[in-house]
T-cell receptor
């Protein structure tokens, strides 16, 4: 099966600093990747769609200057949380779209961000 | 409002019992998927259903897509503690964006 990795798996940072999360598709090329946020005991909420070589598309209510997304290659997308605040603490999950006979998204293991 | 509503939200049962989780919407989906997620991990795809009325079986799990492609159900027979987790339905509405349901948290006690 397709494998998607995320790094780091856990990160703790201080308020006001920035943190970068990487999402890699390890055995397939992904022109499209997605970033989700998940609050405790809740479902996944789509934040943005990351397209290789173009600007990301953000969902309503998601601050694009706060959550910077870069998709510079067919196997790597990064999410940078800028000037982090405690309310940004969450579980961030990426997925990579593998186009076959139907849309198949493969999810990364997630990154737990804690802002102190 | 959430486009995909799951019920129940929480389910706590004894090993060996049967259960059904529902995923409902007023909108039509081109396909629908079910995932299971364990704490601190990403969701893992269980099944994809595409055709209205389709039924798929995965060992003790039976998935059904409604005839009108607006709803789906997941039935687990003889639940085991290893089935414990967050079950999420998610669907595509003719785009590449996956819309997730509200989730059902299942706990199976030995």
């Amino acid at each position: 099966g397709a494998v998607v990795s995320q790094h780091p798996s856990r990160v703790i940072c201080k308020s006001g600093t920035s943190v970068k999360i990487e999402c890699r598709s390890l055995d397939f090329q992904a022109t499209t990747m997605f970033w989700y946020r998940q609050f405790p005991k809740k479902s996944l909420m789509l934040m943005a769609t990351s397209n290789e070589g173009s600007k990301a598309t953000y969902e309503q209510g998601v601050e694009k200057d706060k959550f910077l997304i870069n998709h510079a290659s067919l196997t790597l997308s990064t999410l940078t949380v800028t000037s982090a605040h405690p309310e940004d603490s969450s579980f961030y999950i990426c997925s990579a779209l593998r186009l076959a006979l139907s849309y198949e998204q493969y999810f990364g293991p997630g990154t737990r961000l804690t802002v102190t | 409002t959430q486009l995909l509503e799951q019920s129940p939200q929480f389910l706590s049962i004894q090993e060996g019992e049967n259960l059904t989780v529902y995923c409902n919407s007023s909108s039509v989906f081109s396909s629908l998927q079910w995932y299971r997620q364990e704490p601190g991990e990403g969701p893992v795809l269980l099944v994809t259903v595409v055709t209205g009325g389709e039924v798929k079986k995965l060992k003790r799990l039976t998935f059904q897509f409604g005839d009108a492609r607006k709803d789906s159900s997941l039935h687990i027979t003889a639940a085991q503690p290893g089935d414990t987790g967050l079950y999420l339905c998610a669907g595509y509405r003719y785009t590449d964006k996956l819309i997730f349901g509200t989730g059902t948290r299942l706990q199976v006690f030995p």
